[in-house]
């Protein structure tokens, strides 16, 4: 069920809506237990039968939460049951999601023929494996207070969340789970939640879908195009991604706040970014800081601790160094990014785009350990800033081809036809389209975002910096009011052709 669908916004919606605040009038735990049932239901929608697996999945992991506060004291044997935990939620991962992509790898390459039956991958498998994971780790640590079964189902299943993203963490979410206020009507906090949802259908159905078409035959025959069409190709890719990923963030957090729920940002401008560092802090937020804190800073740490005990210097002088770079910030950086490259898919594309990413970022660490530390905005000129978020623009469009494109030969191709070696210049697209293409530019690069028009209303969890236009702050008046209608009309209308958010797939 898509949320930019009939049966989502006409049926599903209202449905879910109205039940969750009239059960609430009946209790608290009845509410939330209307709402995992609704969840349910919504992620049933494409195939009943993965609902068994997202319920398995609920106990297994709440299972081994449990054995962990039992054997409180027990260092030892804890992270023990922690890594059987994580081991079984990987497994499963990786079972859906890699073996049998890894069996057809070897059939293709003629190294094995294991006979298969394709499997259909679990949609949100990652992410709601991910945000189990992180829980269990918390639990280890002794940061996770609440273990109340129906707060850490509604934690797993509420479905703004579900399919996609943002990868929640319990610190943040469990507390508003069990307060009374959560469960509480408030027409304001509805009217935030429509108008960013609007906000975001309009930006999927508007915006991103109308891009579809010409992506897909680029991409369909990439060694086939002229560079004029190959750089067109990329670069409607480009904003077709970022307006789906855009508005769907938008319209899970426009969910979340309808009942009473925020949700952290996961997206906020990336193609504002000046650096790649930068860029991670913006695209795909909530992934960035799951990375970070389970992946990334572990393995650093280890690295530090390893050399501090065998009498290595660890400090940022030594970083400067070319050994202590590779060690201390190229290594965890990389393997770090190449994992993030893996969980988007299986095939070598994709640990070529993390593998890009981490090679990025290493460099940007580089020039920063290199200056002496981070160099703030506000000492870039204009000049300066438009060419640092050009060239972050596009180094990240190089990696967009790799995650997009079938194989990492048809990226290849791609960007071979983008300098002219498969078919020269080419003509120009129609005068109509590059209009278009320019005001998506303008829309990416001038205007504010979704959450800095909604920034007088607390729109989501995580600090929120003023955007340009100030004049374009949402405000409860009748203007506003008929400008969403308006929106919402305009987007009703392309939810026709409306297809399935680019990260569903993940």
Request: charged share 10%; glycine share 8%; net charge positive.
């Amino acid at each position: 069920m898509l949320f930019s669908s009939f049966v989502f916004v006409f049926a599903f919606l209202p449905v879910a809506l109205g039940g969750y605040y009239l059960a609430a009038r009946f209790g608290r735990a009845l509410a939330a237990a209307w709402l995992v049932a609704a969840s349910l239901v919504f992620y049933g929608w494409w195939d009943p039968r993965f609902v068994l697996l997202l319920i398995a999945s609920i106990l297994y992991n709440y299972g081994v939460t449990q054995l962990i506060v039992r054997m409180e004291g027990r260092e030892r044997l804890q992270s023990a049951i922690l890594t059987l935990g994580v081991a079984g939620d990987l497994a499963a991962l990786c079972y859906y999601k890699y073996l049998f992509a890894i069996f057809e790898f070897l059939r293709l390459h003629h190294v094995a023929d294991i006979p298969f039956a394709h499997v259909v991958l679990p949609l949100g498998i990652s992410f709601f494996t991910f945000t189990q994971i992180g829980f269990l780790v918390d639990v280890r640590q002794g940061v996770t207070k609440d273990r109340s079964f129906l707060n850490y189902l509604l934690f797993v299943t509420f479905f703004p969340h579900l399919i996609a993203g943002p990868i929640l963490h319990n610190r943040e979410m469990m507390p508003q789970y069990a307060d009374a206020k959560t469960y509480r009507f408030s027409s304001q906090n509805l009217a935030v939640g429509l108008t960013i949802f609007i906000i975001g259908l309009a930006k999927k159905c508007l915006l991103a879908d109308p891009l579809s078409a010409i992506v897909g035959t680029g991409f369909s025959h990439p060694g086939s195009l002229t560079a004029i069409a190959a750089w067109d190709t990329a670069l409607c890719y480009s904003l077709q991604l970022y307006f789906d990923f855009s508005g769907y963030s938008d319209m899970a957090i426009g969910l979340a706040r309808m009942f009473n729920v925020r949700f952290p940002l996961n997206f906020n401008s990336p193609f504002k970014a000046r650096n790649v560092i930068d860029y991670w802090q913006r695209w795909h937020m909530t992934l960035t800081r799951f990375i970070t804190l389970y992946i990334y800073n572990p393995m650093a740490l280890t690295i530090v601790r390893r050399r501090a005990a065998r009498g290595q210097d660890v400090s940022r002088a030594a970083q400067s160094s070319l050994s202590g770079m590779a060690m201390m910030v190229a290594r965890p950086t990389i393997i770090t990014m190449a994992l993030a490259g893996i969980w988007h898919g299986a095939g070598l594309q994709f640990l070529v785009f993390g593998l890009l990413h981490g090679c990025y970022i290493t460099i940007n660490h580089a020039m920063r350990i290199l200056r002496g530390g981070a160099v703030s905005r506000e000492k870039d000129s204009l000049w300066a800033a438009v060419w640092k978020t050009l060239l972050t623009y596009c180094a990240v469009l190089v990696g967009f081809i790799f995650f997009r494109a079938a194989s990492a030969g048809d990226a290849v191709d791609l960007l071979g036809s983008m300098t002219g070696m498969h078919g020269g210049p080419g003509q120009l697209p129609a005068l109509a389209h590059l209009a278009w293409v320019f005001c998506l530019y303008v829309t990416v690069w001038g205007m504010p975002n979704t959450q800095q028009i909604m920034i007088d209303y607390a729109p989501a969890l995580g600090k929120i910096l003023p955007g340009p236009l100030p004049w374009l702050r949402w405000r409860e008046t009748l203007w506003w009011s008929a400008a969403a209608a308006c929106a919402a009309s305009l987007a009703v209308m392309g939810m026709g052709g409306s297809t399935e958010f680019i990260y569903f797939q993940f």
